[in-house]
């Protein structure tokens, strides 16, 4: 059995659950490059066992995730989940208190993180408008939008998620296998996989931008081009419907 430095692995259940968290909580468990190796190599662990029938992806500590380690205080302050790995799980639970945000745009001058999932699990306006503004939205919105499965209290949440993931384990391998799959291959009739590659490419475009207009060449925007530095951005505010900024 592999050692990790960042992630932890566990077996629940005779095997027939893994549960893989995220392990750095001292930074809101921030993604640097050993994480994210040792996380590809948990996931692979657990797919390869014939036992595994669900596994759980969490975070020690009170954040799932604050995203990429970019050595940001306010990265670390931030409430959200990294919207990228959640997006690649086929079902999302959290507690009351958790929001989602993607400040790339108002923070870094950039259309969007890599996996661009953004308008088909929030719809395109919704979408233009938090990536516009920087703004968050709660967990019972992004239920409402059919992002996330199950809101629990946070009391409860490990417990509660381990509840959920039991019930599915009990369904015939072949049939959650199909299941899954015909959900998959659904929406990528419908566009999605074209689209993450297409979105993928203006992602890189943007970074190539940054790069050739800064006279230093980093390939994110920065003060001299209108993006206020992420060192210094307040914390992340809920969008609210009747007003343009939640905290004025």
């Known amino acids: 059995m592999p050692e990790y430095q960042y992630v932890s692995y566990e077996l629940l259940d005779e095997g027939r659950i893994a549960r893989v968290l995220l392990d750095r909580p001292e930074v809101r468990n921030a993604q640097n490059r050993g994480m994210l190796v040792e996380l590809d190599d948990a996931l692979l662990r657990a797919e390869a066992d014939d036992e595994v029938r669900v596994v759980i992806l969490g975070g020690a500590g009170p954040m799932f995730t604050s995203g990429h380690d970019i050595g940001s205080k306010v990265a670390m302050e ?4 990294g919207l990228m790995l959640m997006w690649a799980c086929d079902l999302i639970v959290g507690s009351e208190e958790v929001r989602f945000a993607d400040v790339v745009g108002t923070r870094l001058g950039m259309c969007g993180v890599e996996y661009f999932a953004h308008p088909w699990e929030l719809g395109p306006r919704k979408t233009k408008e938090l990536m516009l503004t920087g703004d ?9 939008l059919g992002m996330v499965a199950k809101v629990f209290p946070r009391d409860e949440l490990v417990e509660r998620t381990l509840e959920l993931a039991r019930r599915i384990a009990q369904l015939p391998t072949m049939t959650a296998l199909l299941i899954k ?9 419908m566009g999605f996989h074209n689209a993450l590659h297409a979105c993928f ?14 006279d230093d060449g980093y390939p994110v925007g920065d003060e001299a081009h209108g993006v206020p530095s992420w060192r210094d951005a307040p914390a992340v505010v809920l969008a609210v419907k009747d007003q343009v900024r939640a905290d004025a």
């Open 201 to 214: 490419t203006l992602h890189q475009l943007n970074h190539s931008h940054w790069a050739g207009v800064r």
């Open 136 to 144: 968050a939205i709660d967990i019972h919105e992004a239920h409402r």
């Open 78 to 81: 931030e409430y959200g989940p």
């Open 181 to 189: 799959e015909s959900v998959n291959q659904t929406v990528d009739n």
